[in-house]
T-cell receptor
Framework: EDKVVQSPLSLVVHEGDTVTLNCSYEVTNFRSLLWYKQEKKAPTFLFML????IEKKSGRLSSILDKKELFSILNITATQTGDSAVYLCAVGNHNDYKLSFGAGTTVTVRA | GAVVSQHPSRVICKSGTSVKIECRSL??????MFWYRQFPKQSLMLMATSNEGSKATYEQGVEKDKFLINHASLTLSTLTVTSAHPEDSSFYIC????????????FGPGTRLLVL
C-alpha cells in the first residue's frame, strides 16, 4: 500500500517568514508527486513533480523532488496571511491514475 | 482551464433520504472522475474511481450499493448517497482527470452533507 507522510502536521509563522514543508513517500512504481493547497473548500493544484532535482516555481512557492531519498519539499517565501491553508502532498503510480494523499500540513500565517 | 464544478455545495437532509451530488468538468473532457470524502481535520480518502461508460471501481470498505456512482458522459459524474444516515455526514469532493497520460486531478469545490 502506498504511503505518504507529511511533516510537520502544523506550524504557525509570522508574515514574511519562510516555511518548508516536507513530504516523504513509499510507493510501488512511482510516477509523480503532486502538491495541493486546500483552504475552506476543495484542493487547488500547485505543482506536479516527476523528475529529481528540477525545481518547480510559481511566485513565492517552489518545490523539488528527490527520487533517491523519496521525498519532496515545498517552500513558501515571504509568507502572507493568504498562504494560510492546509497543504496536501499526493503521489501517483504507474499502475493506475489514483492518488494517495498525505494527512496535510496546516500552515497558519499571522499578521 | 481545468475547471470542475460540483452541485449542490451544501445539503441538509433527513435520515433515510437519498442525496445526489453532481460533478461536472466545465472546460475539458474528463476520462476519469474520482470521488473522495473528507472528515474534519483529516485528509482525502478515495471512495471510488469512475470511468465514462463503465462501472465505477470502489475502494475497499466502500459500499457500492450505498454510494451509487454514474458516469454517463465525459463531463458529468454523479454520486448518490442512498438512505443517508448521520454517519454519512461529511465533505464529499470530486476530481477529474483529462484524457491522456496526465495524472493531475482537478478538484471540484466539494459538497458538505449533513444528515439529521
Amino acid at each position: 500500500e502506498d504511503k505518504v507522510v507529511q511533516s510537520p502536521l502544523s506550524l504557525v509563522v509570522h508574515e514574511g517568514d519562510t516555511v518548508t514543508l516536507n513530504c516523504s513517500y513509499e510507493v510501488t512504481n512511482f510516477r509523480s508527486l503532486l502538491w495541493y493547497k486546500q483552504e475552506k473548500k476543495a484542493p487547488t493544484f500547485l505543482f506536479m513533480l516527476t523528475s529529481s532535482g528540477i525545481e518547480k516555481k510559481s511566485g513565492r512557492l517552489s518545490s523539488i523532488l528527490d527520487k533517491k531519498e523519496l521525498f519532496s519539499i515545498l517552500n513558501i517565501t515571504a509568507t502572507q496571511t493568504g498562504d494560510s491553508a492546509v497543504y496536501l502532498c499526493a503521489v501517483g503510480n504507474h499502475n493506475d491514475y489514483k492518488l494517495s494523499f498525505g494527512a496535510g500540513t496546516t500552515v497558519t500565517v499571522r499578521a | 482551464g481545468a475547471v470542475v464544478s460540483q452541485h449542490p455545495s451544501r445539503v441538509i437532509c433527513k435520515s433515510g433520504t437519498s442525496v445526489k451530488i453532481e460533478c461536472r468538468s466545465l472546460d475539458f473532457q474528463a476520462t476519469t472522475m474520482f470521488w473522495y470524502r473528507q472528515f474534519p481535520k483529516q485528509s482525502l480518502m478515495l471512495m471510488a474511481t469512475s470511468n465514462e461508460g463503465s462501472k465505477a471501481t470502489y475502494e475497499q470498505g466502500v459500499e457500492k450499493d450505498k454510494f451509487l456512482i454514474n458516469h454517463a458522459s465525459l463531463t458529468l459524474s454523479t454520486l448518490t448517497v442512498t438512505s443517508a444516515h448521520p454517519e454519512d455526514s461529511s465533505f464529499y469532493i470530486c476530481s477529474a482527470r483529462t484524457s491522456g497520460r496526465s495524472e493531475t486531478q482537478y478538484f471540484g469545490p466539494g459538497t458538505r452533507l449533513l444528515v439529521l
